[in-house]
């Protein structure tokens, strides 16, 4: 008796199920006429100029692949003489034209100066190897003392890269009071 129940039961929700593919199969069809007729309505026509000879060539523009379009921009900026025009951020006041070239000269001359240094141990006095393993380990906590002394015993090493001036100077004075020999670079 429980068998036909299940069967009955079976029956029941496959034609239940078989109902609401149809249903949903018709309501799909629906949806997808009502689609194809909002994409059947064409858009807005783009506006055009009068002249064919602009309408050809904006056609033709915009077929380019985006590296042509830069290569078009840059051509046209030759043939037309175009310069490019940088927009003012902050402009300083318009100098003399001989302050120019006067200025222009102490640039070339003076070199830039170098604000970021690395510090390198290249040497140190034998009396002051305790005082420098210790400063070492003090200068990069995640070594111990024993991985110290081999850094400190494999010369040359880098303390420190990236530094600014003023940190590169303070670390090469503490080592040379220490007796080291310190070479920024």
Do not use: H, W, Y
Request: glycine share 2%.
């Amino acid at each position: 008796m429980a068998s036909r129940c299940t069967t009955a039961l079976r029956a029941i929700s496959r034609t239940r199920s078989v109902a609401r593919a149809n249903a949903f199969a018709s309501s799909s069809r629906c949806l997808a006429t009502a689609a194809e007729a909002s994409t059947s309505s064409a858009p807005p026509p783009p506006v055009a100029s009068a002249d064919p000879k602009l309408n050809k060539i904006v056609d033709d523009i915009s077929g380019l692949t985006l590296l042509q379009a830069a290569d078009l921009v840059s051509l046209l900026k030759a043939r037309l003489n175009i310069q490019e025009i940088a927009m003012p951020a902050a402009a300083a006041a318009p100098a003399a034209p001989g302050a120019a070239a006067a200025s222009e000269d102490a640039v070339e001359e003076k070199p830039k100066e170098k604000t970021i240094f690395t510090v390198k141990l290249e040497s140190f006095d034998a009396t002051a190897k305790p005082k420098i393993i210790r400063e070492v380990k003090a200068l990069v906590p995640n070594l111990t003392l024993i991985e110290a002394k081999k850094f400190v015993e494999s010369l040359p090493q880098t303390l420190k890269e990236n530094l600014p001036k003023e940190e590169a100077e303070k670390m090469q004075k503490t080592f040379t009071d220490l007796g080291a020999v310190v070479k920024l670079e």
